[in-house]
Protein backbone atom coordinates (compact mmCIF):
# COMPACT_ATOMS: atom_id res chain seq x y z
CA UNK A 1 0.00 0.00 0.00
CA UNK A 2 2.88 2.44 1.20
CA UNK A 3 4.44 1.27 -2.57
CA UNK A 4 1.28 2.52 -4.17
CA UNK A 5 0.98 5.96 -2.31
CA UNK A 6 4.38 6.61 -2.99
CA UNK A 7 3.99 5.80 -6.58
CA UNK A 8 0.91 8.61 -6.67
CA UNK A 9 2.64 11.22 -4.82
CA UNK A 10 5.67 10.54 -7.48
CA UNK A 11 3.37 10.84 -10.60
CA UNK A 12 1.88 14.25 -8.73
CA UNK A 13 5.20 15.81 -8.43
CA UNK A 14 6.14 15.35 -11.46
CA UNK A 15 2.75 16.31 -13.30
CA UNK A 16 3.40 19.96 -11.28
CA UNK A 17 7.24 19.79 -12.00
CA UNK A 18 6.28 19.32 -15.39
CA UNK A 19 3.72 22.43 -15.26
CA UNK A 20 6.00 24.55 -13.24
CA UNK A 21 9.57 23.87 -15.36
CA UNK A 22 7.94 25.64 -18.36
CA UNK A 23 6.61 28.00 -16.71
CA UNK A 24 10.15 29.32 -15.03
CA UNK A 25 12.00 29.12 -17.77
CA UNK A 26 9.50 31.10 -19.70
CA UNK A 27 9.56 33.54 -16.80
CA UNK A 28 13.32 33.32 -16.33
CA UNK A 29 13.61 33.89 -20.31
CA UNK A 30 11.55 37.18 -20.49
CA UNK A 31 12.95 38.33 -17.72
CA UNK A 32 16.72 37.84 -18.75
CA UNK A 33 16.35 38.83 -22.17
CA UNK A 34 14.91 42.52 -20.72
CA UNK A 35 18.00 42.32 -18.00
CA UNK A 36 19.11 45.12 -19.99
CA UNK A 37 16.03 47.00 -20.16
CA UNK A 38 15.99 46.57 -16.37
CA UNK A 39 19.17 47.71 -15.67
CA UNK A 40 18.31 51.33 -18.11
CA UNK A 41 16.53 53.03 -15.11
CA UNK A 42 15.90 56.90 -15.90
CA UNK A 43 18.47 58.41 -13.40
CA UNK A 44 17.24 61.39 -12.72
CA UNK A 45 14.58 59.79 -10.11
CA UNK A 46 15.69 57.84 -6.73
CA UNK A 47 12.50 55.66 -6.40
CA UNK A 48 12.85 54.52 -10.54
CA UNK A 49 16.64 53.02 -9.79
CA UNK A 50 15.48 51.61 -6.41
CA UNK A 51 12.40 49.51 -8.00
CA UNK A 52 14.57 48.56 -10.77
CA UNK A 53 17.35 47.10 -8.32
CA UNK A 54 14.81 45.36 -6.55
CA UNK A 55 13.50 43.76 -9.64
CA UNK A 56 17.25 42.85 -10.48
CA UNK A 57 17.31 41.35 -6.58
CA UNK A 58 13.89 39.13 -7.42
CA UNK A 59 14.77 37.91 -11.02
CA UNK A 60 17.92 36.58 -9.38
CA UNK A 61 15.68 35.11 -6.65
CA UNK A 62 13.33 33.68 -9.63
CA UNK A 63 16.20 32.14 -11.44
CA UNK A 64 17.57 30.41 -8.22
CA UNK A 65 14.36 29.37 -6.96
CA UNK A 66 13.55 27.81 -10.24
CA UNK A 67 16.73 26.51 -10.67
CA UNK A 68 16.53 24.82 -7.35
CA UNK A 69 13.24 23.13 -8.03
CA UNK A 70 14.51 21.96 -11.70
CA UNK A 71 17.24 20.15 -9.35
CA UNK A 72 14.75 19.01 -6.97
CA UNK A 73 12.40 17.57 -9.11
CA UNK A 74 15.26 15.88 -11.21
CA UNK A 75 15.94 14.10 -8.04
CA UNK A 76 12.72 13.13 -7.40
CA UNK A 77 13.05 11.07 -10.52
CA UNK A 78 16.44 9.89 -9.84
CA UNK A 79 15.45 8.57 -6.39
CA UNK A 80 11.55 7.05 -6.94
CA UNK A 81 12.77 4.22 -4.70
CA UNK A 82 14.88 5.33 -2.16
CA UNK A 83 11.82 7.32 0.67
CA UNK A 84 14.25 9.29 2.82
CA UNK A 85 15.94 10.85 -0.29
CA UNK A 86 12.55 11.14 -2.25
CA UNK A 87 10.73 12.81 0.57
CA UNK A 88 14.12 15.32 0.80
CA UNK A 89 13.93 15.88 -2.73
CA UNK A 90 10.03 16.75 -2.67
CA UNK A 91 10.80 19.25 0.43
CA UNK A 92 13.27 20.88 -1.68
CA UNK A 93 10.81 20.87 -4.64
CA UNK A 94 8.70 22.48 -2.68
CA UNK A 95 10.56 25.26 -1.34
CA UNK A 96 11.96 25.90 -4.78
CA UNK A 97 8.90 26.54 -6.67
CA UNK A 98 7.85 28.67 -3.63
CA UNK A 99 10.69 30.83 -3.77
CA UNK A 100 10.59 30.70 -7.75
CA UNK A 101 6.90 32.27 -7.02
CA UNK A 102 7.10 34.52 -4.77
CA UNK A 103 9.96 35.88 -7.18
CA UNK A 104 7.72 36.14 -10.09
CA UNK A 105 4.70 37.75 -7.82
CA UNK A 106 7.26 40.41 -6.49
CA UNK A 107 8.82 41.26 -9.84
CA UNK A 108 5.16 41.65 -11.28
CA UNK A 109 4.20 43.98 -8.65
CA UNK A 110 7.45 45.90 -8.82
CA UNK A 111 6.72 46.28 -12.13
CA UNK A 112 3.30 47.65 -11.71
CA UNK A 113 4.27 50.01 -9.31
CA UNK A 114 7.67 51.32 -11.63
CA UNK A 115 4.83 51.73 -14.29
CA UNK A 116 2.68 54.17 -12.04
CA UNK A 117 5.81 56.06 -11.22
CA UNK A 118 7.03 56.49 -14.26
CA UNK A 119 3.53 57.40 -15.61
CA UNK A 120 2.85 60.21 -12.85
CA UNK A 121 6.50 61.43 -13.45
CA UNK A 122 5.75 61.61 -17.30
CA UNK A 123 2.56 62.89 -16.55
CA UNK A 124 3.90 65.89 -14.18
CA UNK A 125 6.82 66.75 -17.36
CA UNK A 126 3.83 67.06 -19.87
CA UNK A 127 1.81 70.07 -20.79
CA UNK A 128 -1.28 70.39 -19.24
CA UNK A 129 -3.99 69.29 -21.95
CA UNK A 130 -6.33 72.42 -22.09
CA UNK A 131 -10.12 71.72 -22.42
CA UNK A 132 -11.95 73.51 -25.30
CA UNK A 133 -13.68 75.62 -22.48
CA UNK A 134 -10.50 77.13 -21.29
CA UNK A 135 -9.44 77.57 -24.89
CA UNK A 136 -12.27 79.33 -25.96
CA UNK A 137 -11.70 81.27 -22.14
CA UNK A 138 -8.31 82.70 -23.50
CA UNK A 139 -9.63 83.22 -27.14
CA UNK A 140 -12.12 85.79 -26.15
CA UNK A 141 -9.44 88.04 -24.24
CA UNK A 142 -6.73 87.38 -27.38
CA UNK A 143 -8.98 87.18 -30.61
CA UNK A 144 -10.65 90.57 -31.85
CA UNK A 145 -13.81 89.35 -32.91
CA UNK A 146 -14.96 92.04 -34.40
CA UNK A 147 -12.26 91.53 -36.89
CA UNK A 148 -12.98 88.06 -37.65
CA UNK A 149 -14.57 88.70 -41.19
CA UNK A 150 -10.77 90.12 -41.97
CA UNK A 151 -9.55 86.10 -42.08
CA UNK A 152 -11.52 84.08 -44.57
CA UNK A 153 -9.73 80.59 -42.83
CA UNK A 154 -6.93 79.48 -41.44
CA UNK A 155 -5.21 75.72 -41.25
CA UNK A 156 -5.19 74.31 -38.59
CA UNK A 157 -8.54 75.68 -37.52
CA UNK A 158 -9.75 77.24 -34.45
CA UNK A 159 -9.78 74.70 -31.39
CA UNK A 160 -8.53 71.51 -34.15
CA UNK A 161 -7.11 68.63 -32.32
CA UNK A 162 -4.16 65.98 -33.49
CA UNK A 163 -2.29 68.66 -35.70
CA UNK A 164 0.73 66.90 -37.40
CA UNK A 165 3.89 68.32 -36.45
CA UNK A 166 5.61 68.99 -39.62
CA UNK A 167 2.68 71.01 -40.81
CA UNK A 168 2.07 74.55 -42.09
CA UNK A 169 -0.23 77.41 -41.02
CA UNK A 170 -2.22 78.32 -43.86
CA UNK A 171 -4.15 81.92 -43.64
CA UNK A 172 -6.02 83.21 -46.23
CA UNK A 173 -7.40 86.90 -45.92
CA UNK A 174 -10.67 88.43 -47.16
CA UNK A 175 -8.21 91.08 -49.37
CA UNK A 176 -5.07 90.83 -50.51
CA UNK A 177 -2.52 92.25 -48.02
CA UNK A 178 0.97 93.87 -47.90
CA UNK A 179 3.46 91.13 -48.27
CA UNK A 180 6.07 93.34 -46.70
CA UNK A 181 4.51 93.69 -43.90
CA UNK A 182 4.96 89.52 -43.12
CA UNK A 183 7.63 89.30 -45.28
CA UNK A 184 11.43 89.97 -43.38
CA UNK A 185 13.60 89.52 -46.54
CA UNK A 186 13.91 86.43 -47.91
CA UNK A 187 10.92 84.73 -47.08
CA UNK A 188 11.78 85.12 -43.21
CA UNK A 189 8.57 85.30 -41.24
CA UNK A 190 8.97 88.68 -38.97
CA UNK A 191 7.42 87.32 -35.64
CA UNK A 192 6.01 90.32 -34.60
CA UNK A 193 3.71 89.67 -37.25
CA UNK A 194 2.10 86.61 -36.65
CA UNK A 195 3.41 85.12 -33.78
CA UNK A 196 3.17 81.19 -33.23
CA UNK A 197 4.13 80.38 -29.47
CA UNK A 198 3.07 77.26 -27.38
CA UNK A 199 -0.40 78.26 -25.95
CA UNK A 200 0.30 80.04 -22.33
CA UNK A 201 4.00 80.23 -22.26
CA UNK A 202 6.33 83.63 -22.72
CA UNK A 203 8.62 81.69 -24.51
CA UNK A 204 10.11 83.26 -28.00
CA UNK A 205 8.01 83.05 -30.92
CA UNK A 206 8.63 80.23 -33.71
CA UNK A 207 10.79 81.31 -36.41
CA UNK A 208 9.18 80.36 -39.81
CA UNK A 209 9.53 80.71 -43.85
CA UNK A 210 6.28 82.65 -45.51
CA UNK A 211 5.57 82.64 -48.95
CA UNK A 212 2.12 84.13 -50.53
CA UNK A 213 -0.70 82.77 -52.94
CA UNK A 214 -3.66 84.30 -54.91
CA UNK A 215 -2.17 87.34 -55.40
CA UNK A 216 -1.29 87.85 -51.55
CA UNK A 217 -4.59 87.13 -50.43
CA UNK A 218 -3.29 83.68 -49.10
CA UNK A 219 -0.10 83.48 -46.83
CA UNK A 220 2.07 79.87 -46.05
CA UNK A 221 4.07 79.69 -42.62
CA UNK A 222 6.22 77.21 -42.75
CA UNK A 223 8.13 76.77 -39.58
CA UNK A 224 11.79 76.15 -39.26
CA UNK A 225 11.84 73.10 -37.11
CA UNK A 226 8.09 70.88 -36.24
CA UNK A 227 6.32 72.40 -33.72
CA UNK A 228 5.96 70.49 -30.30
CA UNK A 229 7.71 67.30 -29.11
CA UNK A 230 7.73 63.45 -30.28
CA UNK A 231 4.96 61.90 -28.74
CA UNK A 232 3.34 64.77 -26.64
CA UNK A 233 0.25 66.97 -27.09
CA UNK A 234 0.65 70.41 -27.03
CA UNK A 235 -1.75 73.48 -27.49
CA UNK A 236 0.02 75.87 -30.28
CA UNK A 237 -1.02 80.02 -30.38
CA UNK A 238 -1.03 82.17 -33.97
CA UNK A 239 -1.70 85.38 -33.41
CA UNK A 240 -1.85 88.07 -36.38
CA UNK A 241 -1.20 90.82 -34.71
CA UNK A 242 -1.97 95.18 -35.85
CA UNK A 243 1.64 94.86 -37.78
CA UNK A 244 0.16 92.92 -40.42
CA UNK A 245 -1.30 95.63 -43.43
CA UNK A 246 -3.62 95.56 -45.79
CA UNK A 247 -2.84 95.98 -49.81
CA UNK A 248 -2.87 99.83 -49.34
CA UNK A 249 -0.43 99.92 -46.30
CA UNK A 250 -3.59 100.05 -43.79
CA UNK A 251 -3.69 98.31 -40.59
CA UNK A 252 -5.49 95.30 -41.31
CA UNK A 253 -6.83 95.01 -38.16
CA UNK A 254 -9.05 98.56 -36.33
CA UNK A 255 -7.66 99.75 -32.72
CA UNK A 256 -4.43 98.00 -32.89
CA UNK A 257 -6.12 94.98 -32.19
CA UNK A 258 -5.00 91.45 -33.47
CA UNK A 259 -6.73 87.54 -34.41
CA UNK A 260 -5.87 85.08 -32.04
CA UNK A 261 -6.56 81.36 -32.36
CA UNK A 262 -4.88 77.79 -30.89
CA UNK A 263 -4.66 74.76 -31.97
CA UNK A 264 -3.59 70.95 -30.53
CA UNK A 265 -0.11 69.67 -32.13
CA UNK A 266 0.18 65.94 -31.49
CA UNK A 267 3.61 64.07 -31.68
CA UNK A 268 3.59 62.62 -34.76
CA UNK A 269 4.44 63.70 -38.22
CA UNK A 270 2.69 63.55 -40.96
CA UNK A 271 3.77 61.28 -44.43
CA UNK A 272 0.46 60.71 -45.91
CA UNK A 273 -0.21 61.64 -49.44
CA UNK A 274 -3.62 63.50 -50.65
CA UNK A 275 -5.98 62.58 -52.59
CA UNK A 276 -8.83 63.36 -54.23
CA UNK A 277 -12.12 62.84 -52.58
CA UNK A 278 -14.45 64.44 -54.80
CA UNK A 279 -15.25 66.24 -57.63
CA UNK A 280 -18.02 68.67 -59.47
CA UNK A 281 -19.19 68.38 -61.49
CA UNK A 282 -19.92 64.88 -61.76
CA UNK A 283 -17.23 62.71 -64.27
CA UNK A 284 -18.38 60.73 -67.07
CA UNK A 285 -17.27 57.51 -65.59
CA UNK A 286 -18.87 53.83 -65.12
CA UNK A 287 -21.30 54.55 -68.04
CA UNK A 288 -22.28 57.69 -66.75
CA UNK A 289 -22.68 60.24 -70.01
CA UNK A 290 -24.93 63.08 -68.43
CA UNK A 291 -23.93 66.60 -69.64
CA UNK A 292 -22.93 69.46 -67.64
CA UNK A 293 -23.29 73.35 -68.34
CA UNK A 294 -20.77 75.09 -69.89
CA UNK A 295 -20.91 77.86 -66.83
CA UNK A 296 -20.06 75.26 -64.17
CA UNK A 297 -16.98 75.38 -61.90
CA UNK A 298 -14.54 72.65 -62.11
CA UNK A 299 -14.01 71.99 -58.26
CA UNK A 300 -11.98 69.33 -56.88
CA UNK A 301 -11.47 68.29 -53.35
CA UNK A 302 -8.94 66.71 -51.57
CA UNK A 303 -8.63 64.53 -48.48
CA UNK A 304 -7.02 66.92 -46.57
CA UNK A 305 -5.67 70.71 -46.63
CA UNK A 306 -3.51 71.41 -49.84
CA UNK A 307 -0.53 73.73 -49.97
CA UNK A 308 -2.21 76.57 -51.71
CA UNK A 309 1.18 77.82 -52.97
CA UNK A 310 1.14 74.99 -55.58
CA UNK A 311 -2.39 75.96 -56.89
CA UNK A 312 -1.15 77.28 -59.72
CA UNK A 313 -2.21 77.35 -63.55
CA UNK A 314 0.65 74.93 -64.72
CA UNK A 315 -0.50 72.32 -62.28
CA UNK A 316 -4.42 72.25 -63.69
CA UNK A 317 -4.95 71.20 -67.48
CA UNK A 318 -8.22 71.73 -68.41
CA UNK A 319 -8.54 70.88 -72.20
CA UNK A 320 -11.20 70.82 -75.22
CA UNK A 321 -10.69 67.03 -76.45
CA UNK A 322 -12.35 67.40 -79.45
CA UNK A 323 -9.36 69.94 -80.48
CA UNK A 324 -6.59 69.28 -77.92
CA UNK A 325 -6.40 72.61 -77.34
CA UNK A 326 -5.91 74.44 -73.82
CA UNK A 327 -9.01 76.18 -71.96
CA UNK A 328 -7.31 79.14 -70.75
CA UNK A 329 -8.54 79.82 -66.91
CA UNK A 330 -7.48 80.79 -63.34
CA UNK A 331 -6.93 77.76 -60.52
CA UNK A 332 -7.56 79.09 -56.67
CA UNK A 333 -8.47 77.43 -53.71
CA UNK A 334 -10.73 77.52 -51.00
CA UNK A 335 -13.21 75.55 -48.36
CA UNK A 336 -10.28 75.58 -45.99
CA UNK A 337 -7.80 75.28 -48.16
CA UNK A 338 -9.29 71.55 -49.04
CA UNK A 339 -11.17 72.56 -52.58
CA UNK A 340 -9.21 73.74 -55.73
CA UNK A 341 -11.68 75.25 -58.37
CA UNK A 342 -10.82 75.82 -61.76
CA UNK A 343 -12.47 79.48 -63.46
CA UNK A 344 -12.39 78.76 -67.27
CA UNK A 345 -11.04 82.95 -68.59
CA UNK A 346 -14.16 83.20 -71.53
CA UNK A 347 -16.86 85.80 -70.47
CA UNK A 348 -20.32 84.33 -71.75
CA UNK A 349 -22.88 86.80 -69.80
CA UNK A 350 -23.96 87.65 -66.35
CA UNK A 351 -26.19 86.58 -63.13
CA UNK A 352 -28.55 87.66 -61.18
CA UNK A 353 -26.50 89.67 -59.48
CA UNK A 354 -25.46 91.52 -62.91
CA UNK A 355 -21.59 89.72 -62.24
CA UNK A 356 -19.76 88.29 -65.38
CA UNK A 357 -20.06 84.52 -65.96
CA UNK A 358 -17.24 82.63 -67.35
CA UNK A 359 -17.68 79.27 -69.61
CA UNK A 360 -16.50 76.19 -70.90
CA UNK A 361 -16.67 75.99 -74.42
CA UNK A 362 -20.44 74.73 -75.51
CA UNK A 363 -21.41 71.47 -76.72
CA UNK A 364 -17.84 70.14 -76.20
CA UNK A 365 -16.18 66.82 -74.75
CA UNK A 366 -13.21 68.23 -71.74
CA UNK A 367 -10.69 66.50 -69.71
CA UNK A 368 -9.23 67.77 -66.42
CA UNK A 369 -5.50 66.46 -65.37
CA UNK A 370 -4.35 67.80 -61.79
CA UNK A 371 -0.76 67.29 -61.46
CA UNK A 372 1.19 65.51 -58.81
CA UNK A 373 4.83 66.87 -57.66
CA UNK A 374 8.08 65.30 -57.93
CA UNK A 375 9.09 62.72 -54.93
CA UNK A 376 11.79 63.48 -53.80
CA UNK A 377 14.97 60.15 -53.30
CA UNK A 378 15.98 61.22 -50.15
CA UNK A 379 13.40 58.99 -48.41
CA UNK A 380 14.88 59.87 -44.78
CA UNK A 381 12.31 62.95 -44.88
CA UNK A 382 9.63 61.08 -45.60
CA UNK A 383 8.20 57.97 -48.06
CA UNK A 384 5.90 60.60 -49.92
CA UNK A 385 7.60 64.22 -49.65
CA UNK A 386 7.84 66.12 -52.80
CA UNK A 387 11.13 67.90 -54.19
CA UNK A 388 11.53 71.58 -53.61
CA UNK A 389 10.25 73.89 -55.37
CA UNK A 390 7.05 71.91 -55.65
CA UNK A 391 6.00 71.35 -59.51
CA UNK A 392 2.69 69.83 -58.67
CA UNK A 393 0.03 69.72 -55.69
CA UNK A 394 1.54 68.81 -51.99
CA UNK A 395 -0.58 68.86 -48.85
CA UNK A 396 0.46 71.28 -46.01
CA UNK A 397 2.90 69.39 -45.09
CA UNK A 398 4.26 68.74 -48.32
CA UNK A 399 3.34 65.24 -49.17
CA UNK A 400 2.62 64.79 -52.75
CA UNK A 401 -0.67 64.09 -54.34
CA UNK A 402 -1.77 60.54 -54.51
CA UNK A 403 -3.78 61.19 -57.63
CA UNK A 404 -4.51 57.60 -58.94
CA UNK A 405 -4.44 58.46 -62.31
CA UNK A 406 -8.48 58.13 -64.20
CA UNK A 407 -11.04 59.52 -61.90
CA UNK A 408 -8.76 58.96 -58.71
CA UNK A 409 -9.72 55.25 -58.81
CA UNK A 410 -5.77 53.51 -58.57
CA UNK A 411 -5.21 56.11 -55.84
CA UNK A 412 -3.02 53.84 -52.91
CA UNK A 413 -1.81 55.56 -50.30
CA UNK A 414 1.38 55.78 -51.71
CA UNK A 415 2.77 58.61 -53.60
CA UNK A 416 4.50 57.93 -57.00
CA UNK A 417 4.93 61.87 -58.86
CA UNK A 418 3.83 62.67 -62.08
CA UNK A 419 2.59 61.24 -64.63
CA UNK A 420 1.98 57.96 -62.29
CA UNK A 421 -0.31 59.75 -59.72
CA UNK A 422 -1.65 62.40 -61.94
CA UNK A 423 -5.26 62.91 -61.34
CA UNK A 424 -7.33 62.98 -64.49
CA UNK A 425 -11.03 62.68 -65.63
CA UNK A 426 -13.56 63.92 -68.35
CA UNK A 427 -16.54 65.95 -69.11
CA UNK A 428 -18.97 66.92 -71.70
CA UNK A 429 -20.91 70.11 -71.69
CA UNK A 430 -24.24 71.20 -73.19
CA UNK A 431 -24.86 74.46 -74.97
CA UNK A 432 -27.70 76.12 -72.52
CA UNK A 433 -25.92 78.09 -69.60
CA UNK A 434 -27.62 76.97 -65.70
CA UNK A 435 -29.36 80.29 -64.68
CA UNK A 436 -31.16 78.91 -61.98
CA UNK A 437 -30.11 80.79 -58.71
CA UNK A 438 -29.28 78.43 -55.25
CA UNK A 439 -31.58 78.85 -52.63
CA UNK A 440 -31.35 77.33 -48.74
CA UNK A 441 -32.84 73.78 -48.23
CA UNK A 442 -32.79 73.83 -44.62
CA UNK A 443 -30.98 75.15 -41.60
CA UNK A 444 -30.34 73.40 -38.55
CA UNK A 445 -30.94 74.69 -35.47
CA UNK A 446 -33.62 76.50 -37.29
CA UNK A 447 -35.09 80.30 -37.15
CA UNK A 448 -35.89 81.24 -33.52
CA UNK A 449 -35.51 77.76 -31.98
CA UNK A 450 -34.18 78.17 -28.03
CA UNK A 451 -32.72 75.63 -25.65
CA UNK A 452 -30.07 74.88 -28.46
CA UNK A 453 -27.01 73.20 -26.94
CA UNK A 454 -23.99 75.88 -26.64
CA UNK A 455 -21.73 73.43 -29.05
CA UNK A 456 -24.48 72.44 -31.75
CA UNK A 457 -22.84 73.48 -35.28
CA UNK A 458 -24.84 75.65 -37.56
CA UNK A 459 -25.77 73.51 -40.66
CA UNK A 460 -26.85 74.68 -44.02
CA UNK A 461 -28.03 72.68 -46.73
CA UNK A 462 -28.08 74.59 -50.09
CA UNK A 463 -30.84 73.21 -52.42
CA UNK A 464 -27.95 72.86 -55.29
CA UNK A 465 -24.10 72.05 -55.96
CA UNK A 466 -22.26 75.00 -54.62
CA UNK A 467 -19.30 76.99 -55.09
CA UNK A 468 -17.57 75.79 -51.95
CA UNK A 469 -15.02 78.73 -52.46
CA UNK A 470 -17.52 81.16 -51.42
CA UNK A 471 -18.59 79.88 -48.35
CA UNK A 472 -16.97 81.40 -45.73
CA UNK A 473 -16.89 83.13 -42.68
CA UNK A 474 -16.82 86.69 -45.30
CA UNK A 475 -19.61 85.22 -46.75
CA UNK A 476 -21.32 83.48 -44.09
CA UNK A 477 -22.12 85.49 -40.44
CA UNK A 478 -22.39 84.47 -36.85
CA UNK A 479 -23.39 87.39 -34.76
CA UNK A 480 -22.12 88.22 -32.49
CA UNK A 481 -18.78 88.02 -33.73
CA UNK A 482 -16.93 85.44 -32.04
CA UNK A 483 -14.19 82.79 -33.16
CA UNK A 484 -15.75 80.41 -36.07
CA UNK A 485 -15.18 78.22 -39.66
CA UNK A 486 -17.16 76.87 -42.16
CA UNK A 487 -16.28 73.39 -43.11
CA UNK A 488 -18.78 72.74 -46.73
CA UNK A 489 -18.28 69.30 -48.63
CA UNK A 490 -20.66 67.97 -51.57
CA UNK A 491 -23.93 65.28 -50.90
CA UNK A 492 -24.05 63.24 -53.92
CA UNK A 493 -27.31 61.34 -53.25
CA UNK A 494 -29.13 64.54 -52.98
CA UNK A 495 -26.91 66.47 -55.17
CA UNK A 496 -26.29 70.05 -52.39
CA UNK A 497 -24.20 71.50 -50.94
CA UNK A 498 -23.84 71.31 -47.34
CA UNK A 499 -22.29 73.89 -44.93
CA UNK A 500 -21.10 73.65 -41.01
CA UNK A 501 -20.33 76.07 -38.96
CA UNK A 502 -18.36 75.25 -35.85
CA UNK A 503 -17.89 77.38 -33.54
CA UNK A 504 -17.40 78.75 -30.02
CA UNK A 505 -19.22 77.76 -27.53
CA UNK A 506 -22.67 80.12 -27.36
CA UNK A 507 -23.11 81.97 -24.29
CA UNK A 508 -26.23 81.08 -22.00
CA UNK A 509 -29.16 82.85 -23.17
CA UNK A 510 -27.86 84.59 -25.42
CA UNK A 511 -29.40 85.32 -29.26
CA UNK A 512 -27.24 84.50 -32.18
CA UNK A 513 -27.95 85.47 -35.83
CA UNK A 514 -26.58 83.85 -38.40
CA UNK A 515 -26.72 85.50 -41.91
CA UNK A 516 -25.93 84.16 -45.71
CA UNK A 517 -24.88 86.95 -47.57
CA UNK A 518 -25.47 87.14 -51.37
CA UNK A 519 -21.67 86.71 -52.28
CA UNK A 520 -22.64 83.20 -51.83
CA UNK A 521 -22.42 81.56 -55.05
CA UNK A 522 -23.72 78.21 -56.75
CA UNK A 523 -21.29 75.81 -58.74
CA UNK A 524 -22.55 77.54 -61.64
CA UNK A 525 -21.63 80.97 -60.89
CA UNK A 526 -25.35 82.37 -59.42
CA UNK A 527 -25.18 84.51 -57.02
CA UNK A 528 -28.02 83.45 -53.98
CA UNK A 529 -30.78 85.62 -52.97
CA UNK A 530 -31.28 86.03 -49.69
CA UNK A 531 -34.94 86.36 -49.58
CA UNK A 532 -35.17 82.49 -50.32
CA UNK A 533 -35.38 79.49 -48.49
CA UNK A 534 -35.53 77.51 -46.47
CA UNK A 535 -37.74 75.68 -49.01
CA UNK A 536 -38.06 72.67 -46.59
Same mark, same amino acid.
Given at each position: MDIIKNRYRILVLQTLGGLLLPAFVFAATIESTGIVRLIGVQFQD?? /????????????? %???????? %????????? !????????LRKAKRNLIIGSAAAGVSLVMIIVLGLVYW??????????????????????????? %????????????????NQRNVARNT??????? #???????????????????????PAGTPGQPTEGKVAFAENNRTAKITPVSPLGEPNKRLMYQVSITAAVLSAGGA??????????????????TDDSPPFVESIVPLP???????????????????????????? !????IDVRNTGTASPIPGTASIGNNFRTVIFTPSEQCGSNACSEPMFCLP????????????????DKSIGPNKAVFPYDGIVDAAGNSLDGGGENGVAHNS?????????????????????????????????????????????????? !??????? /???????????????????? #???? /?RSRSV??? #????????????? /????????????????????
Open positions: GR /LIGIRLFQIFWLL %ALLAGGAF %AVWSFLQIR !KNEDDLFEGINRSILKSLEPKSQTIEQIQQQAEVL %ADFGDVEKIESTYPAPSILIKFI #DPIDPSSLDGGGGQLKKESVKITPLFSENRSYSWQFEVSGFNAKGRTEKIAPNALIQITFSEPIDPTTV !KNSVKAASLSVKLRAAKISSKSEGSPADDYRAGFATTDALDLTPPAIYSINPGRDMTRIAKNAPLEIVFT !KFMDLAS /LHTGSIRLQPAQNYSVVSSH #DFAA /LVQH #DDFKENATYSPEV /LSEVRDASQNCFSQCIGPTR
